[in-house]
């Protein structure tokens, strides 16, 4: 895989491994800029704007919780999407990117991939842990996952704490696998309207929904002890500063079996790139731990 002569590899280090792209290059090109039409790669929900779409060639296929006829009739019943159908593609794996192992064993094709591709949707995962465990037995040996991810800074996130590994680890530990009513209330009560969406462009701010009615509906849920249908959310809020120290740790504690190699910070979101390298060799480990433990290091996690 030929990296472009700006690619940053990721180190060891407190200090936050972000590369601004060239200015000629589009939001596709910086994505894809790993990937290749002759790749053999996965797409996670891409809806109606695919990255690495079949009709511009790639050999991507799509996996979606929904089939292909039930998202354009998701369209159809979406003003906003009304007009985008024509870009929904055929979905090739239907399952949840949480159950991605599971999909992709049943067709025999672990181990096969040469990328995984996800563009706003890790935020949405209850159990992230379980899908980067997932990305690594669906990879081949050095196969890449690249995800876009919305940098809390300039979202409706803007008022929220930042996600820790604390929380990760319990997602992972205690299975989950939708919100709990907790981030459903956070995600409700702190959404934000008027953010600003660029560091160039700045908002103003403020709370988009009502605090007493957003209290109320976890009050029901609690009490009812409601696990109900699915209800979508941001589960985790990064900035790619805290997402760099998160992922550190979940590979310190040989939680995953990637290595974050790149990083690119474009206003409202990031791109981070991973590499399915196997578990860190404890030398790797060593330098992760001498690094998280410095002054330097904490100022920079907090």
């Not at 379980?130 to 809390?152: H, Q």
């Not at 550190?248 to 981070?272: A, G, M, S, T, W």
Request: hydrophobic share 40%; charged share 20%.
């Amino acid at each position: 895989m030929n990296e472009s002569p700006d690619s940053a590899e990721f180190q060891p280090s407190p200090a936050p491994a972000l590369a601004n792209p060239a200015p000629p290059m589009t939001r596709d090109q910086t994505v894809l800029r790993f990937i290749t039409r002759e790749m053999r790669g996965i797409e996670v929900a891409p809806y109606h704007s695919p990255l690495a779409s079949k009709a511009q060639g790639y050999n991507c296929l799509t996996l979606d919780i929904f089939n292909f006829e039930q998202l354009r009739e998701n369209a159809r019943n979406d003003p906003n999407v009304r007009d985008k159908i024509h870009r929904i593609e055929s979905v090739d794996i239907v399952a949840s990117a949480t159950d991605l192992e599971a999909a992709v064993a049943a067709r025999g094709e672990l181990e096969s991939f040469d990328y995984i591709l996800s563009s706003h949707n890790f935020e949405h995962l209850p159990n992230p842990i379980r899908f980067l465990n997932a990305c690594g037995a669906v990879l081949k040996k050095d196969g890449l996952l690249t995800m876009a991810i919305p940098n809390k800074r300039f979202t409706f996130d803007y008022s929220r704490a930042l996600s820790s590994f604390a929380n990760f680890y319990r997602a992972f530990h205690e299975n989950h696998s939708q919100p709990d009513p907790w981030i459903s209330f956070d995600f409700g009560a702190s959404f934000a309207k008027d953010v600003p969406v660029s560091p160039g462009a700045p908002g103003i701010p403020k709370y988009a929904n009502n605090l007493t009615e957003q209290f109320n509906e976890l009050q029901r849920k609690l009490k009812e002890k409601e696990t109900g249908p699915y209800v979508d959310a941001h589960v985790w809020v990064f900035t790619p500063e805290s997402f760099i120290s998160i992922i550190k740790d979940c590979i310190i504690l040989k939680l995953i079996p990637l290595r974050l190699v790149h990083v690119e910070l474009v206003n409202f979101e990031f791109y981070v790139h991973f590499r399915n390298t196997g578990f860190a060799s404890a030398e790797y480990i060593s330098q992760l731990e001498e690094n998280r433990s410095s002054s330097a290091a904490l100022a920079f996690r907090s």
